[in-house]
């Protein structure tokens, strides 16, 4: 199973942008977002069950992404608006069957992508 993620960029504060994360193989129960700031540990972003049974999202960026899933193209995608110089990091989409009392840490995930690098910047 290998994961695609596409779709960083420079953006201005205030922007948008839309990540896309191609999976292929098998389906897993839970797809999620993650993303890993320079000098900082990677971080939780936002999740979603398969089934549709659950989203899930960090505080700090609740009211400005929205996670989806496409099951008929297996495509995972983050919409992100009102972008802050804080979300500056590069992201990462993974696949796991965790439960939900484990559904943002990182270490539930068993695939990941390579990476895509958001910068907000003015």
């Known amino acids: 199973v290998q994961l695609q993620a596409s779709g960083g960029g420079l953006v201005q504060p205030g922007g948008s942008l839309r990540l896309t994360c191609a999976p292929a193989?098998?389906?897993?129960?839970?797809y999620a977002w993650f993303r890993q700031a320079p000098g900082k540990e990677r971080e939780f972003v936002a999740a979603i069950r398969t089934s549709g049974s659950g989203i899930f999202y960090t505080d700090s960026v609740k009211g400005r992404f929205t996670v989806s899933r496409d099951n008929a193209a297996k495509t995972l995608r983050l919409e992100m608006n009102s972008l802050k110089p804080e979300d500056t990091a590069v992201y990462y989409c993974?696949?796991?069957?965790?439960?939900?009392?484990?559904?943002?840490?990182?270490?539930?995930?068993?695939?990941w992508g390579q990476g895509t690098l958001v910068t907000v910047s003015s």
């Open positions: 193989g098998r389906t897993f129960r839970s």
């Open positions: 993974a696949a796991g069957d965790p439960i939900t009392s484990n559904i943002r840490a990182s270490e539930a995930y068993r695939v």
